[in-house]
């Protein structure tokens, strides 16, 4: 049974803060334009974070731990958060019914509705709403829902008496209640209810897919005898009538507080006749002077009773005084000693409905209603309460009755115990015969006692020569009641040797036969034994009911000495429900009036039965096959059956007439702990003798031959400390055997759901874990807080798909219509994807991005062991913006030397803390080794789970491995990689063994193997360890590398924080004179990059202070671009313009943040929102589906992407954002695995820059096909006139020079003069070049998109179709083109070749070019790999 939680009253209560979004100048949230990631190649969002999700104000949520939330799974593993319940609420049951979801637990509120521990929620509205009526549910906690659709209608099971707005409350017997969904009502269900001193359902389940019966299962109690008719219905005139009671709660006997060691009231008035709270306990007067107490006029006042012993409690009744309109208006209350502030149900005086109070509750001030009975949802064992008034009527409070209620009657074996009740004629009795002595014992509540009485026997002493005990409790009226006889343990009074049975007879009264038992003493621990379950009619004029205890007929037990000790507590008269007419009875122990039989834990009801009262002896014609199972539970169980912990948590009908049932439970006769079956009559074990811990719940499979477990288990229970079953498992019905799911997880799980609505059936998993596991032997395991999904296809734990961090209660699937599924619990953190520091992103519906889960590509969270170690160091993880321009007409001009003692800037900001598992950095490789498999290539502060891989790992999207770098590992944070040429260079801060430098080293992804750095490592001369911050190309240099950081010399070169790197020559090349600082971030400006633009905090040559400075290639010189607020983290250049350049970073003082733009003379701010928290990591230009209107600054057809941890103020944290020019629009927020705000490193896309921003607008591939004929054909005809013309011309003038000419000479000098063969094929292909861009020349061997980080942009308006090779690369195969020979093969260009005719290809020597067509001898048709760049080249310069 789930332990209640109580909600405080106002002041101790943890509010749910939802962040309140505004609109305000420069951040909205409405209306962000759709990004075309599809435009971009395969684009990752990257940075230290667990989760991920589109920036949503409803998402934006600050959790509070004690609350319950609902969320929703959607199909691709999202979770959108539905609602959260009031604090301390729980959900632990939920069902679907027709489109509706049914939610049940513990809470007075969710989403803020009222509603009673049960609501609905309507997913196509987003609303939920209460069960009959405002406010409506049940007055207490609900465990188990049936959505029954063949019935339409709702059941509900749990620890509750009835619901709070039913009418005919009366009518329900507890535990169990039927809702109609068609009609918002609440009735009994045919059989009234179950009983039991807590009863409590934990689960109904039908039988059979027609629900020909149900079967509940739990901690109740039911009986089957011979029915038995009370002639008469007997209650003490004495107790007044009010409406504010019901005819149950007033036949609830108050609970003697005259005798308290405690009474007190503060503060009270000084008026005399009303200054005493004791005058109300039990009234002998009409309200007045001498019989009503007042408060202290205008003061809210407490009202503290503390007995001198403990008690059990159901209730409070509380009646108002009237006199001068003074009254009290509300109040609540706090149980002793939990301090629990205890919800309580009431009447409704007028409406004669139910509801349910926790802070306020309210007392009428309606003079007609003498008082107000409130109970508890379930009984209290206390030492004492307090009564807080908040709120009163006139110039103060006041009461007039204050009587604590009993949950039935009670009688103690120590006369002096039993105190007068109110309203009784006298104090309930008792007698004694033979010799018992007084004996003090400590109860179960710390530093309380009670006497009890105990008696010596000697053993072979008859039944009817030992002492006895005869109680004549005080019984208010007739009515059904469960009789428990209160034993002592026999540890506290050390006497278990001496323990044995007692007999007991009971006089039900009303003419009924008496009632016999036979109960154990031989208990251990304080324990309540049930003896009568059935009607009880008092005797007048007394009201009373008699019970005897002696020495039982054969006593058990050998004693000791030669002595037995009986003990004499107390009897306990709990009250099912008022009245007798029409009930039975029976005895308990086993023993029925007549025949019948006692059970346990689980009842079976058939549709088809008449309607019955399963609170009483239900008839001996209605018991079924399956109730068998609760009566051989009540026999295993034994005499405890009444106060036993055990439940029956789940049940699976798995045969006719047999049943899987699992809980907490030991059945020691049977050898079956926790999980058992029931066939042919018996209870059998199964899988060897259960599990080693508790089950919580089960989910069978669609023959339910296969059922998966969950509970707090790790083995076997016959397996000594085994771990191979951690939390959950599956169970073979058939071989009885159990297998394990991976290595289970690191926790307790509470709720197993079995979902098929997904590709493949998957075991969905909650509860309070934090880690799964792939085997046994697994002793890192993987994160997942609260919630897990096992893949029963791939048998192994897979992406859940969202992201969460908690301890869960429930997960359950749709309703087979949907593959939503619901999950709730207590949540500290959520998002829509789970992702661990990386995901890879795209264009969804409507535009809409969206995350693909990626299954294998969780890294581990090793953290790096080379901490920066100088105050000077830029911490921040940024990425060079990668913007370049296309190709450049010229060379790279670079000093021989540079200076490096200038003037230093003020130091680059601090970053976000990015703990492990973080990525700073993404790149992307073709693997031409390997069906050309595109490899996303990851860098930053990571372990690589099942290998010695730390920082750099590569992902195969096709094998969905994770792979680390072979050889060393780096040791430290790497920052930025890049690839170029099949070589990785990588950036950061980390060494690697074996290797010369710091901050810098190259691999051979081919090779497999770390390039030797032997004389070009990176180093600084301030005594600390260089750092890489950027790695980045230009097409105007395609054989160099920039590289910028925190260093002063590269190899032997003086060369300080930004320096270039030869593929060719593998030096290193100052830029001119040099910089000093640190260096954050790289762009390039200039229509042929002819400008490289840095930000960071530097100082030039000639000591002035540059935050952003610009180097033109041409002349070798840098100049500062003005002074921007300050250091700066992140720049990108809009559209090569080196007039518009946006920089972001922060003050030198830490005191503000800011974005700013350069318009070629001067920095203005853009941002005024931002908080001083944050910080920026990455600008970047990225095109739009759909152009919006420019705003001047920033074209229509491009926003700037802006990537870190952005604190906006009034709308929050996230993660990135959208900027036009004028509006930030919040795009993607992340969450931490503590549930704190992550952080965003960049977005990296695999085209690099090489796509187009304008908007697509592309043909129909025929009518493109038809267009290029025509065009080509017009252009051969062209030329071929041109020649003719020619030709006759040069005749002409060679037969008038020479009249006998030689040989016509051949113009060696020229190759381009003596065009290939394929003249007309190769001008075509340069014809459709120039008007559809270089991906429209496909043909064989053409690739969808560029697979390397690419450097080039592309400015061509029309742009290549969805596949490149469509255009017509298709109709030449149609068409049967001759065999291409060896296409597709890399080669390297031998020499440079300018190519500035059409269709031709530029290539620098040394530079790699893949060849698409050689069938001509003199020119070969090639694309450059890394710009995407296709057209001819001299063969003769390739090799």
Same mark, same amino acid.
């Given at each position: ?97 027709? /489109? ?6 513990? +809470? ?230 939990? *301090? ?34 409130? $109970? ?225 834990? +689980? ?88 599990? *080693? ?143 661990? /520091? ?15 889960? $990626? ?110 770098? *072979? ?57 600390? *360890? ?20 925190? +260093? ?202 090489? +796509? ?21 054909t017009g252009i051969v005809f062209f030329l071929l006139l041109l020649g003719i013309i020619w030709t006759l011309c040069s005749k002409r003038d060679a037969g008038l020079a020479n009249p006998n000419p030689d040989e016509d000479d051949e113009d060696e000098s020229s190759l381009r003069h003596g065009r290939p063969s394929a003249l007309l094929e190769h001008i075509n292909a340069a014809t459709r070049t120039t008007i559809l861009g270089a991906g429209a020349l496909g ?101």
């Amino acid at each position: 049974m789930a332990p209640e939680s109580m909600a405080p009253p106002p002041s101790r209560r943890w509010p749910l803060f939802l962040t309140l979004l505004t609109l305000i100048p420069q951040v909205v949230q409405a209306a962000v334009p759709s990004v075309d990631f599809a435009r971009m190649g395969t684009v990752a969002v990257a940075g230290s974070f667990s989760g991920l999700g589109v920036f949503d104000s409803s998402r934006n949520i600050t959790y509070n731990p004690s609350t319950a939330t609902l969320l929703a799974r959607n199909a691709d593993g999202s979770l959108d958060v539905l609602g959260e319940t009031s604090s301390g609420g729980a959900i632990s049951a939920a069902c679907t019914l027709n /489109g509706k979801l049914y939610l049940a637990g513990l +809470f007075s509120t969710v989403a803020g509705v009222p509603a009673q521990n049960i609501a609905s929620y309507d997913p196509a509205a987003g609303t939920f709403s209460p069960l009959g009526g405002q406010n409506g549910g049940v007055n207490g906690q609900v465990a188990a829902l049936y959505c029954d659709a063949s019935g339409g209608t709702l059941w509900v099971g749990g620890q509750f008496k009835s619901p709070t707005t039913a009418t005919g409350v009366a009518n329900f017997g507890g535990a169990v209640a039927l809702y109609h969904p068609s009609n918002d009502s609440w009735t009994p269900p045919p059989f009234d209810g179950l009983a039991g001193a807590s009863a409590e359902v934990l689960s109904i389940t039908p039988s059979t897919s027609g629900s020909s019966s149900l079967l509940f299962s739990g901690s109740f109690l039911t009986q089957f005898g011979t029915n038995i008719t009370i002639a008469q219905n007997v209650s003490n005139p004495a107790v007044p009538s009010s409406p504010g009671a019901t005819a149950f709660t007033s036949s609830l006997v108050p609970v003697s507080l005259a005798n308290a060691a405690q009474i007190e009231a503060d503060p009270s008035t000084t008026t005399t006749g009303f200054t005493s709270i004791a005058s109300v306990l039990c009234p002998v007067g009409a309200d007045g002077p001498g019989n009503s107490w007042r408060a202290q006029d205008g003061s809210a006042s407490k009202i503290v009773i503390k007995p001198n012993t403990y008690i059990t409690a159901s209730g409070i009744r509380l009646g108002n005084t009237f006199l001068d309109g003074r009254g009290t208006q509300t109040f609540y209350f706090t149980a002793i000693p939990s *301090n629990d502030v205890v919800p309580l149900t009431f009447v409704d005086p007028v409406t004669k409905q139910n509801f349910t109070c926790t802070d306020n509750c309210p007392l009428s001030n309606d003079s007609t209603i003498l008082y107000q009975d409130f $109970l508890f949802p379930s009984d209290l064992l206390i030492t004492g309460f307090q009564i807080t008034i908040n709120s009163w009527y006139g110039a103060s409070a006041g009461l007039h009755i204050l009587q604590l209620l009993s949950n039935g009657a009670y009688a103690s074996a120590v006369a002096a115990v039993n105190m007068p009740s109110c309203y009784a004629p006298a104090a309930s009795q008792v007698g004694v015969s033979g010799q018992w002595s007084n004996v003090n014992v400590f109860t179960s509540i710390a530093a309380t006692t009670q006497e009890v009485l105990s008696a010596t026997v000697p053993v072979g002493t008859s039944s009817s020569a030992a002492p006895s005990v005869t109680w004549f409790p005080y019984v208010s009226a007739a009515g059904i009641y469960n009789v428990y006889l209160m034993v002592p343990g026999c540890v506290e009074l050390q006497d278990c040797s001496k323990r044995t049975t007692v007999k007991t007879t009971l006089n039900p009264g009303g003419g009924l036969p008496l009632s016999m038992a036979t109960v154990s003493e031989q208990v251990e621990q304080d324990t309540s034994q049930l003896i009568y379950s059935g009607p009880i009619t008092p005797s007048a004029p007394n009201y009373n009911s008699t019970v005897v205890m002696t020495l039982a007929d054969q006593p058990q037990g050998t004693g000791d000495g030669g002595n037995y000790d009986l003990i004499a507590d107390r009897v306990m008269f709990q009250l099912i429900s008022a009245g007798g007419s029409n009930s039975t009875s029976s005895s308990g122990a086993g023993a029925v009036a007549g025949s019948g039989s006692a059970g346990f834990g +689980f009842f079976e009801w058939p549709s088809s039965a008449s309607n019955m009262n399963a609170t009483g002896v239900l008839p001996n014609t209605t018991e079924t096959s399956l109730d068998g199972l609760a009566t051989a539970l009540s026999m295993n169980i034994g005499s405890a059956v009444a106060t036993t912990a055990y439940t029956i948590n789940a049940v699976v009908l798995y045969a006719t007439n047999s049943v899987i049932f699992a809980g907490a439970f030991n059945l020691a006769s049977v050898g079956a702990a926790n999980v058992a079956a029931y066939s042919g009559g018996s209870i059998i074990k199964v899988g060897g003798s259960g599990l *080693n811990g508790a089950v919580a719940s089960m989910a069978p499979s669609s023959d339910s031959q296969t059922i998966y477990m969950g509970g707090a288990f790790t083995d076997t229970a016959d397996a000594t400390g085994g771990t191979r079953y951690r939390g959950v498992v599956e169970y073979s019905v058939n071989s009885s055997t159990w297998t394990a799911l991976g290595g289970g997880v690191d926790g307790v799980v509470h709720s197993v759901s079995l979902s098929s609505a997904r590709a493949g059936n998957q075991v969905i998993v909650a509860g309070n874990f934090t880690r799964t596991f792939s085997s046994s032997s697994d002793s890192t395991g993987t994160s997942a807080e609260g919630f897990a999904v096992y893949d029963l296809g791939s048998n192994a734990w897979v992406s859940s798909g969202g992201f969460l961090v908690g301890k869960l209660t429930l997960a359950v699937a749709g309703n087979g219509n949907t593959t939503t599924e619901y999950l709730a619990g207590s949540v500290s953190a959520s998002a829509q994807y789970g992702a661990n /520091g990386w995901a890879i992103v795209g264009s969804g519906t409507n535009g809409a991005p969206v995350v693909q889960p $990626l299954s294998g590509a969780t890294l581990g969270g090793t953290a790096a062991t080379n901490p920066t170690t100088t105050s000077r160091r830029m911490k921040r993880h940024s990425m060079s913006s990668n913007f370049v321009a296309p190709e450049a007409k010229h060379m790279l001009k670079v000093s021989k030397r540079q200076t490096t003692t200038a003037a230093t800037s003020s130091d680059l900001p601090t970053s976000p803390s990015a703990p492990a598992p973080a990525v700073l950095s993404v790149a992307y490789w073709t693997n031409t080794s390997n069906s050309n498999h595109e490899v996303v290539i990851l860098a930053g502060n990571f372990s690589v789970p099942n290998t010695q891989g730390v920082g750099v790992a590569l992902y195969d999207e096709s094998s969905k491995t994770l792979t680390a770098l *072979n050889g060393n590992q780096v040791n430290g944070v790497v920052r930025q990689v890049l690839v170029s040429s099949n070589i990785l260079y990588v950036g950061g801060d980390f060494s690697v063994s074996g290797l010369d430098g710091h901050g810098w080293a190259m691999y051979d992804l081919h090779a497999g193997q770390w390039v030797s750095d032997s004389g070009v490592g990176l180093s600084s001369t301030s005594g600390s *360890n260089p750092v890489v911050q950027s790695i980045t190309t230009s097409t105007g240099l395609p054989n160099t590398i920039f590289v910028a950081g925190t +260093f002063t010399t590269a190899g032997t070169v003086a060369c300080g924080a930004v320096c270039a790197w030869s593929t060719v020559t593998k030096s290193w090349s100052a830029l001119g004179n040099g910089v000093n600082g640190q260096a954050a971030s790289i762009d390039f400006a200039g229509s042929s990059d002819n400008m490289l633009v840095v930000g960071g905090a530097l100082t030039l040559a000639d000591g002035t202070t540059a935050n952003v400075a610009m180097y033109s290639f041409p002349n070798s010189t840098w100049q500062a671009l003005g002074a921007p607020p300050g250091p700066v983290t992140a720049l990108a250049v809009n559209n090569n313009n080196q007039s518009s350049v946006f920089a972001a970073g922060s003050s030198p003082d830490g005191t503000a943040s800011f974005l700013a733009h350069w318009n070629g003379q001067a920095w203005t701010a853009q941002s005024s929102s931002w908080e001083p928290t944050t910080s920026i990591s990455q600008l970047k230009f990225v095109p739009l589906l759909d152009p919006q209107t420019s705003t001047g600054v920033i074209a229509g057809d491009r926003m700037l992407f802006i990537s870190g941890a952005i604190d906006s103020g009034s709308q929050g944290a996230m993660s990135s954002a959208l900027y036009d020019g004028t509006t930030f629009m919040p795009f993607l927020m992340t969450s931490n695995s503590d549930g704190s705000s992550g952080y965003m490193s960049g977005l990296f896309n695999s085209f690099g820059s090489s +796509f187009s921003f304008s908007e697509r607008k592309l043909l129909a591939t025929g009518i493109v096909i038809l267009i290029s004929i025509a065009i080509a054909t017009g252009i051969v005809f062209f030329l071929l006139l041109l020649g003719i013309i020619w030709t006759l011309c040069s005749k002409r003038d060679a037969g008038l020079a020479n009249p006998n000419p030689d040989e016509d000479d051949e113009d060696e000098s020229s190759l381009r003069h003596g065009r290939p063969s394929a003249l007309l094929e190769h001008i075509n292909a340069a014809t459709r070049t120039t008007i559809l861009g270089a991906g429209a020349l496909g043909g064989v061997g053409v690739m969808a998109h560029h697979k390397e980080d690419s450097s080039q942009h592309d400015h061509d308006v029309w742009v290549r179709s969805e596949t490149p090779s469509d255009p017509l690369g298709g109709a030449g195969a149609a068409a049967g083109e001759e065999d291409l020979g060896d296409v597709n093969r890399p080669t390297h260009a031998r020499y440079s070749f300018a190519g500035g005719a059409e269709g031709e290809l530029a290539v620098a020597a040394g530079q790699e070019v893949v060849v698409l067509d050689d069938r001509d001898q003199a020119w070969w048709y090639v694309r450059d790999p890394v710009s995407g760049k296709e057209g001819v080249v001299p063969a003769a310069y390739l090799y």
